[in-house]
Each structure stands twice: as structure tokens, then as C-alpha cells.
């Protein structure tokens, strides 16, 4: 059965470790010297975009092109998936011109449409639920700083009812970590996002909690992480959103109650000043540009893993 990435818990604990082997492997191989190129063909990998990327095309396509293959960026707005033609027509169609798709997109149900249908494997590059190829990323970078993940103790302040809290939640599960989200009433993961965390910690060892007091939640905490509090599609609630969300802003006092050592994550784009102080994200403990560097890495293991067991 072909495979997709489109949620965190599409893979096993073993699976997510053995691709986060993989991409640290590559990480040394950029180029494949040792490793190969599986992509090579050169197959296309078509990359959609439905919302703004910067990161996300730059690392899919310096990706693509290592692994041998042919990256196939595709204009979201030139194409009109939904609306010029339906997801179920386009999958029917891309699949037979590509060997993978990647999508960043609204609806994770049209990115279901899409695995279903296309007949080639389908990798979630963001949607308004999910975000797993930075959590691979986030995980790549922080075992390069620890050695290991599971029984490590993160935070995630902010919105974590967006795509990067709901991953945390289900990545950081699958890894064994204890994942503790902190935000205002209304911002949690959805129930069923927290219910699946909550089975697959029950397996690994890991932990899942809210605290709402963001000084208790970081409070020795090994990992802090934060995200926009405005995500791509909700700029209509701007204003409102950072009233709520200024309590939970990652400055250099609220990271003093974390372990000494903690590593800050975010994923990017920042807005200093509101997330994130300036200098936290530019200080000692910042990790964020290996961080965005680890998203090549991790989403070549993502391909190269997905391509080995397309059709079985
Ligand atoms: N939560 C953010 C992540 C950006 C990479 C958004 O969806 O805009």
C-alpha cells in the first residue's frame, strides 16, 4: 500500500525514529555520495502551494534536486485546485505525470482526497490541522543538541490550536517526550487531536498536558518552542488574537524558569517583539536556523523513505 506523510501519527515510534536516522544520515551525505539518490531518473516530485512558503520551497527543492530528482513547483492560484477543477480531477491527473506530491493547503480533508485518489505518495507541507514535516525538523535539531528524545520535556506557548500545536502534541508523543502546550482558553489542540496523543504517549513513555500559567509550564522545562500566533488564513483575527496571546510571548524571563540549558525553537516566520523577544531568537539559546536547515534533511528522509515503499 503506498504510503503518505499526512499527519505525525502516520508513522510508528519506530518509523518516525528510523527516518529521523535517515535524515540525520543525509545530513552528512548531502549529495548522496554514500546513500544514493533514490529520486534519480529523474523522477518529479510536484511541490502545490495554496498559501505563502518560503522555507518549505527552498528546502523541497534543494531536496528534490539532491535525491536526483526533478522538483515540479506548481502555482496554487494558476491551477485553482477546488475551484477551476476539482482535488479528486487534479489527483487523477498529477498522479500520472509524478511520483510524489507535496501540498500545502487549506482543508487536510482535500489532502486526504488527494493521497486517495493521485496513487503516488503525498506529503502534508502545512495544513490548517498539521505540520509534521517541521516537527521531523524540530526533532532532527533536537537530537543534535541532546543525543535523544525520549523522557525530554518540552513547551509550546501560544496558538495551540494551529497546525504547530496540534503536531507537537502527536510528534513529540510518537518521540516519548513530555509535551506540555500553554495557551488561553479556546487555543488547545482539538479533543481528538489530544485523545490520539494522549493513546500513543500511553505506548512510548510519553506525556501529554495543558497548563494555561506559562511561567508553570516552562518551569525546567528542556525544550521551549513558539510559533506565530497569527498563522496563515486567521489575519482577520489579528488584533484579537495577540490581546489573548501576549502573556504567553517567549521573553528572556519567561525563558529564566526553563532548565538552564533549554534550546528555543520556532518555527518561522517570527515577529519579534510579539512571540518572541528579539533576543531570545537571536540569543545563545536559539536554535531556529539549524532548526530551518533540518527541514531539508528531514523532508529528503520523508521522500526518500516514502519512494522506497510506493505501490508495496
Ligand atoms: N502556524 C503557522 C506555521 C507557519 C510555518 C501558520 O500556519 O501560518
Known amino acids: 500500500m503506498t504510503r503518505h506523510l499526512l499527519r505525525d501519527d502516520d508513522l510508528t515510534p519506530a518509523e518516525q525514529a528510523e527516518i529521523l536516522d535517515l535524515a540525520a544520515a543525509m545530513k ?4 548522496g555520495e554514500g546513500l544514493g539518490k533514490p529520486l534519480a531518473g529523474p523522477h518529479t516530485v510536484a511541490m502545490i502551494f495554496d498559501k505563502a512558503t518560503l522555507r518549505t520551497q527552498a528546502s523541497f527543492t534543494a ?26 480531477d487534479v489527483a487523477r491527473v498529477l498522479g500520472r505525470q509524478v511520483s510524489q506530491i507535496v501540498w500545502r493547503t487549506y482543508h487536510q480533508s482535500d489532502l486526504e482526497t488527494m493521497a486517495e485518489l493521485s496513487g503516488v505518495p503525498v506529503v502534508n507541507a502545512l495544513t490548517d490541522d498539521f505540520h509534521p514535516c517541521q516537527l521531523l525538523a524540530d526533532l532532527l535539531t533536537i537530537t543534535e543538541r541532546r543525543g535523544s528524545l525520549a523522557g525530554l520535556t518540552v513547551t509550546f506557548l501560544g496558538d495551540g490550536a494551529c497546525n504547530m500545536g496540534n503536531s507537537w502534541l502527536l510528534a513529540g508523543a510518537l518521540a516519548g ?30 506525556s501529554v498536558a495543558a497548563d494555561p500559567d506559562p511561567v508553570a509550564a516552562v518551569s525546567g522545562v528542556d525544550v521551549v518552542v513558539t ?45 519579534r517583539g510579539m512571540e518572541i523577544a528579539a533576543e531570545v531568537i537571536d540569543g545563545p539559546q536559539s536554535v531556529v536556523w539549524d532548526e530551518a536547515e533540518n527541514r531539508r534533511h528531514a523532508q529528503k528522509a520523508v521522500m526518500a ?3 522506497e515503499r510506493r505501490g508495496r
Request: aromatic fraction near 8%; charged fraction near 20%; charge should be negative.
Open 28 to 31: 552528512k551525505d548531502p549529495f
Open 63 to 88: 531536496g528534490i534536486a539532491e535525491l536526483g530528482g526533478q522538483p515540479l513547483l506548481v502555482d496554487g492560484n494558476l491551477a485553482g485546485i477546488g475551484k477551476r477543477e476539482s482535488v479528486a
Open 177 to 206: 517526550m513530555h509535551v506540555r502546550i500553554s495557551a488561553p482558553e479556546g487555543y488547545l489542540p482539538a479533543r481528538a487531536v489530544w485523545d490520539r496523543a494522549a493513546e500513543i504517549a500511553a505506548t512510548t513513555g510519553g
Open 227 to 271: 510559533d506565530t500566533w497569527v498563522s496563515m488564513g486567521k489575519e482577520d483575527e489579528a488584533a484579537a488574537r495577540r490581546a489573548v496571546f501576549t502573556p504567553y510571548a517567549v521573553t528572556a524571563e519567561l525563558l529564566s524558569a526553563a532548565a538552564e540549558d533549554a534550546i528555543v525553537l520556532h518555527c518561522l516566520p517570527a515577529y
Open 305 to 307: 523513505w516514502l519512494h
